[in-house]
């Protein structure tokens, strides 16, 4: 079993970049795929990037792809993802969350049915 906590969020202006940070719980970290999901008010959760175990490859949705970089840290059993030129439409609450399907790359981690363990969210607004 795995926890997870994410931090990093906060209030920007239309252009700016932050850098959420996902810190796991344990000793089994790096035996995890990992991935970042959002949800707007209203809206249902969205799948933004995901890294596999394996290879390390990350797969990206359409609307954040050259903007967000997901990247991991075994060593500090955390999980980062690096926003660049936000958007106001960026605007939710993130997530983490931690897929025991280990063998699993590319698209087949954009389901959140992949996921065991999530976090509790970090609210990021983005102003325009």
């Known amino acids: 079993q795995v926890q997870l906590v994410e931090s990093g969020g906060g209030l920007v202006q239309a252009g700016d970049s932050l850098r959420l940070s996902c810190a796991a719980s344990?000793?089994?970290?790096?035996?995890?795929?990992m991935g970042w999901f959002r949800q707007a008010p209203g809206k249902e959760r969205e799948f933004i990037a995901a890294?596999?175990?394996?290879?390390?490859?990350?797969y990206y949705t359409d609307s954040v792809k050259g903007r967000f970089t997901i990247s991991r840290d075994n060593a500090k059993n955390t999980l980062y993802l690096q926003m660049n030129s936000l958007k106001p439409e960026d605007t939710a609450v993130y997530y983490c969350?931690?897929?025991?399907?280990?063998?699993?790359?590319?698209?087949?981690?954009?389901?959140?049915?992949?996921?065991?363990?999530w976090g509790q969210g970090t609210q990021v607004t983005v102003s325009s």
């Open positions: 969350a931690a897929s025991t399907y280990t063998g699993s790359t590319g698209a087949s981690l954009s389901s959140d049915l992949k996921y065991a363990y």
């Open positions: 344990g000793r089994t970290f790096s035996r995890y795929a």
């Open positions: 890294i596999s175990v394996i290879s390390g490859s990350t």
